[in-house]
Antibody, heavy 125, light 107 residues
Framework: VQVVESGGTLVKPGGSLRLSCAAS????????MHWIRQAPGKGLEWVSY????????YYGDSVKGRFTISRDNAKNSVYLQMSSLRAGDSAVYFC???????????????????WGQGTVVTVSS | DIQMAQSPSSLSASKGDRVTITCRAS??????LNWYQQKPGKAPKLLIY???SLQSGVPSRFSGSGSGTDFTLTISSLQPEDFATYYC?????????FGQGTKVELK
């Protein structure tokens, strides 16, 4: 069971970037997925989630209107499209699986049980 | 949003010490509280969920307690591999936040 992020790089302010997260070892479509970020030397900030079928998305206030989460269950992948990037978006971006709720197939728990190693996004001119 | 006040922000301890970290929520969250461990350059790892349930594979020296607004993570006998930063996280409702972290260092 694992998730692996990719796509992080150096990007100029105002630019766009798409992060990817490839999952394996579990039935991907059964789980909500999240993006969580960590600025250098700082704590953790939850960014966004998407439900198992991709019909429900939710965002933190700091990224709402600029970031879009999506998923392709045929490819066992979740994505984060980031636009209008700012220096404050510089961070390690983690993909994480939601643990889910027993007996509730389309529920989230807000508990992040599987994390990737992260991908680094640097926004700088 | 639910805010968490985590304390202390750092502590120094020796191998074998009993270590306690606390989190206080800005409102009652029942038992919707998780604890994570993060080592430098690594992803966080889920230790405790639902305030007191041990995640599979986590050593039994880790335990969690509390409900409502006050929660505690206890390491009963600190091991060398436990030196890390620990975060609490309320899972009560989105958007989710994290405590500011407690760095456990070698004395």
């Amino acid at each position: 069971v694992q998730v692996v992020e990719s796509g992080g790089t150096l990007v100029k302010p105002g630019g766009s970037l798409r992060l990817s997260c490839a999952a394996s070892g579990f039935i991907f479509s059964d789980y909500y997925m999240h993006w969580i970020r960590q600025a250098p030397g700082k704590g953790l900030e939850w960014v966004s989630y998407i439900n198992g079928v991709g019909s429900v998305q939710y965002y933190g206030d700091s990224v709402k209107g600029r970031f879009t989460i999506s998923r392709d269950n045929a490819k066992n992948s979740v994505y984060l499209q980031m636009s209008s990037l700012r220096a404050g978006d510089s961070a390690v971006y983690f993909c994480a699986r939601d643990r889910g709720s027993p007996g509730c197939p389309d529920c989230f728990s807000g508990t992040f049980d599987i994390w990737g190693q992260g991908t680094v996004v640097t926004v700088s001119s | 949003d639910i805010q968490m006040a985590q304390s202390p922000s750092s502590l120094s301890a020796s191998k074998g010490d009993r270590v306690t970290i606390t989190c206080r929520a800005s409102q009652s969250i029942g038992s919707y509280l998780n604890w994570y461990q993060q080592k430098p350059g690594k992803a966080p790892k889920l230790l405790i969920y639902a305030a007191s349930s041990l995640q599979s594979g986590v050593p039994s020296r880790f335990s969690g307690s509390g409900s409502g607004t006050d929660f505690t993570l206890t390491i009963s006998s600190l091991q060398p591999e436990d030196f890390a930063t620990y975060y609490c996280q309320p899972s009560y409702s989105a958007p989710w936040t994290f405590g500011q972290g407690t760095k456990v260092e070698l004395k």
